[in-house]
């Protein structure tokens, strides 16, 4: 989906492939466009694995989504969301809970996690400065919800900046590799791209999804999502909107 804020353009892209052998993804990954400007995406995994793990995923994302769209603020929004699945699965079980908005009321980009994954933030401009070597790492320990009674996000506002490409997955891409004593370097690989001239956010989600997937040998161990929002400044006038999917059936 492209969005223009000012002289920025906004750029999300998704990609996202199932568990080997699994016939259904648990994981769910959704976007909305938020009352007062901008847009959210609410991406969430659910315990256990297929079919499973997908009606879990879709309860929490389902609520996160009627809430936003009703302008509520996110971090009421996760921690709501974690009520309703608690209440409706009475606690038994839990999934990752990740909401990434382009908020056009404060101009800022939101992070909301209630997952073991960090959230990846890189801009040139940071280096040296904001960030020794231009990232940012999102890694506060936060749990995942549907379990205990008070769990809350873990929140982070930052400024809308030309250059920015931030990166949030499921843990099917954060642990890609490890059963294989690899590990993948996500920040290496995507720096490297960037270097390269290749900054679109798409072309970054496939690219780091195939590497997840080839460190799994092809079959992947886990369900795997990744979602790369890019803020890059406008190179001509355009105030058209697009969104674009593409699903293999």
Request: charged share 20%; with cysteine.
């Amino acid at each position: 989906m492209n969005m223009q804020a000012g002289n920025l353009e906004v750029i999300l892209a998704v990609a996202k492939v199932g568990k080997y052998a699994t016939s259904e993804s648990g994981d769910t990954v959704e976007v909305i466009e938020r009352p007062h400007g901008g847009i959210s995406l609410v991406m969430a995994d659910g315990q256990r694995s297929g079919r499973a793990a997908k009606t879990i995923s879709n309860i929490a994302v389902r609520k996160a989504l009627a809430l936003l769209g009703d302008g509520v603020r996110d971090g009421a929004v996760a921690r709501a969301s974690h009520d309703y699945l608690r209440t409706h699965r009475r606690g038994q079980v839990s999934a990752t809970l990740n909401i990434v908005s382009v908020d056009l009321t404060s101009h800022t980009l939101v992070v909301s996690r209630n997952s073991h994954c960090p959230a990846l933030v890189f801009n040139p401009a940071w280096i040296g400065h904001a960030s020794p070597d231009g990232w940012l790492f999102l890694n506060e320990p936060s749990e995942a919800i549907g379990i205990h009674a008070r769990t809350k996000p873990i929140i982070t506002e930052l400024a809308m900046e030309a250059g920015t490409t931030l990166l949030v997955f499921t843990d099917g891409v954060w642990t890609a590799g490890e059963r294989y004593q690899q590990k993948i370097s996500i920040t290496s690989l995507v720096q490297g791209w960037l270097r390269a001239g290749h900054d679109e956010p798409q072309f970054i989600a496939d690219a780091v999804l195939a590497e997840a997937v080839r460190m799994d040998q092809g079959r992947p161990s886990d369900d795997m999502s990744l979602a790369v929002l890019g803020i890059r400044a406008m190179e001509r006038e355009d105030r058209i909107r697009r969104l674009a999917v593409r699903l293999p059936l």
